[in-house]
């Protein structure tokens, strides 16, 4: 398990609770927006945090933080992340995980063991424009949605969340996504940002008009949608 970062404390990356960030290293996507080059493509001097370490540091702020965000790259590609946190969990902390949804295995194999508390699914983009997005020539698509589809049945609090570039989603896709994820919990449009650590450059926001056309397209599909990042 390569751990590529931390983030000791944050009340951003898990809804309600104050919380801690575990970054693991590698992605079975190369989606090329992505802001996270790092931990997606490694480099060889790239600095990995050791295991031991970092679950020190959570003990000794057990009565402090509330919870763990497990995040990456994509977590659920190690095979080490059960044992990760099921070691987090007896500690007291609720986890958050954040996965492509490409392993609905490993999600739930985690969630028999009652080892998660929440989860944030990716949702790249409409099922028609996937493949482009996720920067792939193939991949298994069915893996996604029935990681989709196990998450709608609401075993446990979840979101689903898009980051939206203007060269990628359309008025078309957003629609699209509405049908497939209709009757979902909770969708967030994530407005995109420029990075100087992007897998490539180039790419670009949608204005806040536009996220809002979007947000209206999807009403009468889902019901609790919100913008991040404006």
């Not at 996270?36 to 050791?50: A, C, D, F, R, T």
């Not at 028999?112 to 298994?140: C, R």
């Not at 994530?190 to 650590?197: A, D, R, Y």
């Not at 204005?207 to 809002?212: A, R, Y």
């Amino acid at each position: 398990m390569k751990i590529l970062g931390l983030i000791k404390t944050t009340l951003l990356d898990y809804p309600g609770h104050v919380s801690a960030t575990v970054f693991l290293g590698g992605c079975n996507f190369l989606c090329p927006f992505c802001h996270n080059k790092s931990l997606v493509i490694p480099s060889e001097g790239e600095e990995v945090l050791h295991k031991e370490d970092v679950l020190d540091f959570l003990q000794k702020r057990v009565g402090i933080l509330e919870g763990v965000c497990i995040t990456g790259g994509e977590p659920t590609l190690n095979n080490e992340l059960i044992d990760f946190i099921r070691t987090i969990k007896k500690m007291g902390y609720k986890i958050k995980l954040d996965t492509n949804g490409t392993n609905p295995q490993m999600i739930n194999s985690l969630y028999q063991e009652d080892l998660l508390d929440y989860i944030a699914m990716d949702i790249k983009n409409s099922p028609t424009n996937y493949l482009k997005t996720v920067g792939l020539t193939h991949f298994n698509f069915d893996h996604i949605c029935q990681s989709v589809a196990w998450l709608k049945n609401n075993y446990i609090p979840y979101e689903f969340r898009t980051t939206i570039v203007k060269e990628l989603h359309t008025h078309d896709d957003i629609k699209e996504i509405g049908k497939w994820l209709d009757g979902c919990t909770n969708y967030y449009l994530q407005n995109f940002k420029p990075s100087e650590n992007q897998i490539v450059p180039g790419y670009s926001s949608h204005s806040k008009e536009i996220l809002e056309e979007f947000m209206k397209i999807l009403k009468p599909f889902i019901n609790n949608i919100k913008i991040r990042g404006l």
